[in-house]
Antibody, heavy 116, light 107 residues
Framework: QVHLVQSGAEVRKPGASVKLSCEAS????????LHWVRQAPGQGLEWMGV????????TSAQRFQGRVTMTWDTSTRTVFMDLSSLTSEDTAVYYC?????????WGQGTLVTVSS | DVQMTQSPSSLSASVGDRVTITCRAS??????LAWFQQKPGKAPKSLIY???TLQSGVPSKFSGSGSGTDFTLTISSLQPEDSATYYC?????????FGQGTRLEIK
């Protein structure tokens, strides 16, 4: 059974960075993409980027380029997203989601709160 | 970027009703269109992909149609548990984009 288990809630001050993780299980890790999607309080879904573990590549949305770093560790079947220069507008729930081309399974989400 | 526009932004319906949600893409996306259901405090759940194919385990009361720029999600025989926000998503090109969501209330 496929599971995506994300790391716990984080609180950061403005200007800081946060590194989130998403551990995959129940399938062959390198045969699917893993996406990051966030949702600000009361708002819609916003795509941030995608990791292709087999292609050794990561692509992020233009608005996050320079601030987001996506990495992965095949040995632990875990993907990571590092978001820097945080502002209050980065307060959101961050989800990872598995995809071939279409999304199917989602992680439970990680709440990141940015507050002074 | 492909803009996705959903309508209505919210709707209210009764148990047993059938409702339709519309999603329009700013440019043609063939059938690279998915629908998600999200309940408060929960992760989105994948309902439909390829515009009309149900994800495994999703009941047949959900159906999707469309191609190109215009798509619909229809939910029949509404039950209280269908109360949620529904999002469309295009996955033809990066950046992947979502509609703004449609909040469905069951009276």
């Amino acid at each position: 059974q496929v599971h995506l288990v994300q790391s716990g809630a984080e609180v950061r001050k403005p200007g800081a960075s946060v590194k989130l993780s998403c551990e995959a299980s129940g399938y062959t890790f390198t045969t699917y993409y893993l996406h990051w999607v966030r949702q600000a309080p009361g708002q819609g879904l916003e795509w941030m980027g995608v990791i292709n573990p087999s292609g050794d590549s990561a692509t992020s949305a233009q608005r996050f380029q320079g601030r987001v770093t996506m990495t992965w560790d095949t040995s632990t079947r875990t993907v990571f997203m590092d978001l820097s220069s945080l502002t209050s507008e980065d307060t959101a729930v961050y989800y990872c989601a598995r995809a071939s081309n279409r999304f199917d399974y989602w992680g439970q989400g990680t709440l990141v709160t940015v507050s002074s | 970027d492909v803009q996705m526009t959903q309508s209505p932004s919210s709707l209210s319906a009764s148990v047993g009703d059938r409702v339709t949600i519309t999603c329009r893409a700013s440019q043609g996306i063939s059938n690279y269109l998915a629908w998600f259901q999200q309940k408060p405090g929960k992760a989105p759940k994948s309902l439909i992909y390829g515009a009309s194919t149900l994800q495994s385990g999703v009941p047949s009361k959900f159906s999707g149609s469309g191609s190109g720029t215009d798509f619909t999600l229809t939910i029949s025989s509404l039950q209280p548990e269908d109360s949620a926000t529904y999002y469309c998503q295009q996955y033809k090109t990066y950046p992947i984009t979502f509609g703004q969501g449609t909040r469905l209330e069951i009276k």
